[in-house]
């Protein structure tokens, strides 16, 4: 099963313009297949590459091992980082099942949405990325956090900004 490198955030793949896009366009399916499937489907984590706006959902190198794998271009599978077993995957990652479901036809007309959108993107510059390297120089400014841990710390700091009912 397939899970993301644990290295540095600060070296890995992290949030863009073109991630944010990608991500868009993830939860969108996942979503679309939990809500047509013939069984409950858990919600993703607070981590989740096919939940919107999370760190890994807004990676574009995350983003497209996924594509390719709800593609069925990639034969593997997408597992979840929770709750591994040294350093093994255990379970599946829910969004990932959730896309799996999601009618073919639909998924195609998603992502030629999404390849419209891209194709909108010029030379402006990255506000996704500036803004994720702000968070992180604020949060992580000797660089110790793995993406993993970098994922959680962006899933707390992103919850702390919702508004309380």
């Not at 590459?49 to 794998?69: K, Q, S």
């Not at 077993?85 to 896309?99: F, H, I, R, W």
Request: charged fraction near 25%; aromatic fraction near 6%.
């Amino acid at each position: 099963m397939n899970i993301a490198t644990t290295g540095p955030a600060a070296e890995g793949d992290r949030p863009s313009i073109h991630g944010k896009m990608l991500g868009k366009a993830l939860s969108i399916i996942a979503e679309m297949g939990r809500r047509d499937a013939p069984m409950a489907i858990p919600d993703p984590c607070l981590t989740c590459a096919f939940r919107e706006g999370t760190m890994p959902n807004m990676t574009a190198g995350t983003g497209m091992v996924a594509l390719n794998i709800v593609l069925r271009i990639d034969t593997d599978r997408f597992a979840c980082h929770h709750g591994l077993k040294e350093g093994e995957p255990q379970k599946l990652c829910s969004g990932y099942v959730a896309a799996m479901l999601a009618p073919f036809g639909n998924v195609r007309e998603i992502l030629a949405a999404f390849h419209a959108e891209l194709a909108t993107v010029g030379e402006q510059p990255d506000d996704v990325r500036a803004a994720f390297d702000a968070w992180l120089n604020r949060a992580d400014p000797e660089r110790r956090l793995d993406v993993y841990q970098a994922a959680r710390e962006y899933a707390k700091a992103e919850i702390a900004k919702e508004p309380r009912p």
